[in-house]
């Protein structure tokens, strides 16, 4: 005897419990059409994760339980197939997260998920109860444990499938991608999950939901912990394996290798965009375009997300935009196929300055006249997407969020801020990385020194620090929550301007509120992981 196991890291919307049901249904059948014993979904992939507060609603379990029993009566002519699907489940007036199985026509059991992550994105106690017990069913004459996600990083729920009889466990996940995620889940199921000895089929969601990627790779692994399957990131895929009675795994090893670093950036950002826009239902979307870096990028993987079709681009130029910033947006335009349009704003710019001058009389120039442009920009993008209905994509990165260099109702005004969590170095990074793919991006735009443009001569270190020092004391403070004093005494680190740079930070929570969302790439974003006070003091 032996069990043939399909797993699926499908992708799932959150709330289309019809769809999502669908999908599994469809998957099932060509599971069971390859021989399968077992057929694997990730978490709540019935409804969608992280489904929030519509867990809450009795309408919206009552839906799930009904998907999930229509689901198993769909089934029941594969007798042969259990069926493991994530789902909320209402028990003695108690909301779980749970794994049903399905089998022979009906929902067998349901295995609760154990232990509930309260850090960085995740707020599940709020939602969910803690569940317990251990559930553990026979498949093709191999015994099954089932744990959903954090089960996995703890021992205790392994153990306990084991001492109920478990000889290959199957952990149902929806885990978000950051940088470097992957290889801690690796090494987490490695030391948890095979600390007992089992083999593990781990099966990860993929997909965009608002500010969280979640990028597939699911694995198998040996009771030695290593790696016997491993599938692509950021697309659906379903993979399989064999094991024996005992646990004994019959599959070769063959696993995909893991994306370098910056690769998997930019997939990830190509996959929360792509799915923002579909999800919601957008016909394309629409970006100012400066002929600085990050426009660049963002003009970049929306096309490569999209397709150059439903990509629009367009430049707002003044006085104090540089002709080589003109010509750079136009090649890049052009390169990539996308809608190129020329809106000059000048005569506007001056008819406000007209307007506005008794009012500013005896007053010097300053950021008012250079926030008044940035806000013309945003009126002009906001009128175009009212009348196409094409999503605004601001083009700030992380290092300007974090220190406010933007402008409210200017270069913040859109619908998603695709690159919000991408430090300004990085954003050079994903250009390099982009280009040594296609040369698409002008080499002038990655070697010219950054500037907003709204003044003459105007340079962002006339503002701010270096990048490279810049985006060491963000990614210090803000990602690795490190203390001031500790990043002061960092090699070239001045202990002035780390006072300086972290009091922006916390200055700039307001801008950060009112902005809107983007996809989450680093270990702590500013976003559902950053909760500070708008109002308060920074005196340390």
């Given at each position: 005897m032996q069990a043939k196991v399909v797993f699926a890291q499908i992708n799932p919307m959150v709330g289309d419990i019809a769809g999502n049901a669908a999908k599994i249904l469809t998957e099932a059948r060509e599971a069971a059409a390859s021989g399968a014993s077992v057929f694997v979904t990730p978490e709540l992939s019935i409804c969608g994760y992280p489904p929030e507060d519509w867990v809450s609603r009795k309408e919206f379990l009552a839906s799930c339980g009904d998907a999930v029993r229509k689901l198993a009566s769909d089934l029941r002519d594969l007798t042969d197939l259990a069926v493991i699907v994530g789902t909320p489940v209402q028990k003695d007036g108690r909301t779980y997260n749970a794994a049903a199985l399905i089998r022979n026509g009906a929902v067998e059991a349901f295995y609760l998920k154990h232990h509930l992550p309260e850090y960085g994105v995740f707020d599940e106690p709020r939602l969910f109860a803690p569940g317990e017990g251990a559930l553990v069913f026979t498949a093709g004459g191999v015994?099954?444990?089932?744990?959903?996600?954090?089960?996995?990083?703890?021992?205790?729920?392994?153990?306990?499938?084991?001492?109920?009889?478990?000889?290959?466990?199957?952990?149902i996940n929806a885990s978000p991608f950051s940088v470097g995620k992957a290889d801690e889940r690796l090494k987490t199921a490695r030391n948890c999950l095979t600390s007992i000895g089992l083999p593990a089929v781990y099966v990860n969601m993929v997909g965009g939901q608002d500010e969280l990627v979640f990028d597939g790779g699911s694995f198998v692994l040996n009771g030695d912990g290593t790696v016997i399957s491993r599938l692509p990131e950021f697309r659906e895929a379903c993979g399989e394996a064999v094991f024996a009675p005992g646990g004994r795994i019959l599959s070769d090893a063959a696993p995909?290798?893991?994306?370098?670093?910056?690769?998997?950036?930019?997939?990830?950002?190509?996959?929360?965009?792509?799915?923002?826009?579909?999800?919601?239902?957008?016909?394309?979307?629409?970006?100012?375009?400066?002929?600085?870096?990050?426009s660049a990028l963002t003009l970049a993987i929306a096309a490569d997300a999209l397709g150059p079709d439903r990509v629009r681009a367009v430049m707002m130029p003044t006085e104090y935009t540089a002709d080589i910033s003109l010509e750079d947006a136009e090649k890049l335009a052009r390169t990539l196929g996308v809608r190129y349009d020329v809106i000059a704003i000048s005569s506007v710019f001056n008819q406000y300055m007209t307007m506005l001058n008794p009012y500013f009389e005896g007053r010097p120039w300053d950021v008012t006249e250079e926030n008044l442009q940035a806000r013309i920009r945003g009126m002009i993008l906001m009128a175009l997407s009212n009348k196409t209905g094409a999503l605004?994509?601001?083009?700030?990165?992380?290092?300007?969020?974090?220190?406010?260099?933007?402008?409210l109702y200017g270069d913040l005004?859109?619908?998603?801020?695709?690159?919000?969590?991408?430090?300004?170095?990085?954003?050079?990074?994903?250009?390099?990385?982009?280009?040594?793919?296609?040369?698409?991006?002008?080499e002038r735009i990655l070697t010219r020194a950054p500037s907003a443009e709204l003044r003459e001569g105007q340079k962002d270190e006339d503002s701010l620090p270096p990048y490279a020092v810049l985006d060491r004391i963000i990614e210090s403070y803000v990602e690795k929550r490190m203390a001031s004093g500790d990043i002061a005494r960092l090699d070239?680190?001045?202990?002035?301007?780390?006072?300086?740079?972290?009091?922006?930070?916390?200055?700039?929570?307001?801008k950060r509120r009112?902005?809107?969302?983007?996809?989450?790439?680093?270990?702590?974003?500013f976003g559902r992981d950053w909760r500070y006070p708008i109002t308060g003091k920074v005196n340390f």
């Open positions: 015994r099954f444990g089932i744990l959903i996600c954090e089960d996995g990083w703890y021992p205790d729920p392994a153990a306990e499938a084991r001492a109920a009889g478990a000889e290959v466990l199957l952990s995909s290798e893991p994306l370098e670093e910056d690769e998997s950036v930019y997939r990830a950002l190509m996959l929360a965009v792509q799915d923002y826009v579909g999800k919601n239902r957008f016909p394309g979307v629409i970006l100012g375009l400066s002929g600085g870096v990050d605004v994509l601001t083009t700030g990165n992380k290092s300007e969020s974090a220190v406010g260099y933007s402008t005004a859109g619908g998603f801020a695709l690159i919000r969590d991408v430090l300004k170095t990085r954003v050079y990074r994903l250009c390099a990385w982009r280009n040594r793919q296609e040369p698409v991006i002008p070239g680190m001045n202990p002035e301007t780390v006072k300086r740079i972290i009091t922006m930070i916390h200055r700039s929570e307001y009112q902005s809107p969302t983007g996809p989450r790439i680093s270990p702590v974003g």
